[in-house]
């Protein structure tokens, strides 16, 4: 919903403005989304580790997808993976929930970076015997 507003106003808000975008009531709706999401997160997460759970899956997401829809899909997906898997994880291991949701999280993020210069190593390795 508002996909394409919110790309523009999010790039260039003089463009959408001139699009006839209306862009203070949408730059108001997405600053009000972004505190509905940090006061959400506070409850379950903590302050300081608020920060990781909303920067770990979209780091991940980026480095799999280059389309910022699909990148905002594969991100919430990966978040509500973290977070069930760290709920999980605390319960069973008798652990605080916040810090193994963002635990989860790291060792997933640390996984995606060694996945993917395995992967550009190997394409260059191939490059290179061509």
Do not use: H
């Amino acid at each position: 919903m508002f996909y394409k507003e919110l790309l523009a106003i999010s790039f260039d808000e003089t463009f959408a403005t001139v699009r006839n975008v209306p862009v203070n009531g949408l730059y108001l709706m997405l600053m009000g989304i972004i505190a509905l999401t940090v006061v959400m997160l506070m409850q379950v997460v903590g302050v300081i580790l608020l920060i990781a759970l909303l920067s770990m899956p979209a780091a991940i997401a980026n480095l799999y997808v280059k389309d910022l829809k699909k990148m905002m899909l594969l991100a919430s997906l990966l978040c509500m993976i973290f977070t069930t898997a760290g709920l999980w994880l605390s319960y069973v291991l008798n652990f605080t929930s916040g810090a193994t949701i963002v635990l989860c999280a790291a060792i997933a993020y640390l996984a995606s970076l060694g996945i993917n210069f395995l992967r550009r190593y190997r394409q260059r390795q191939t490059e290179f015997k061509r």
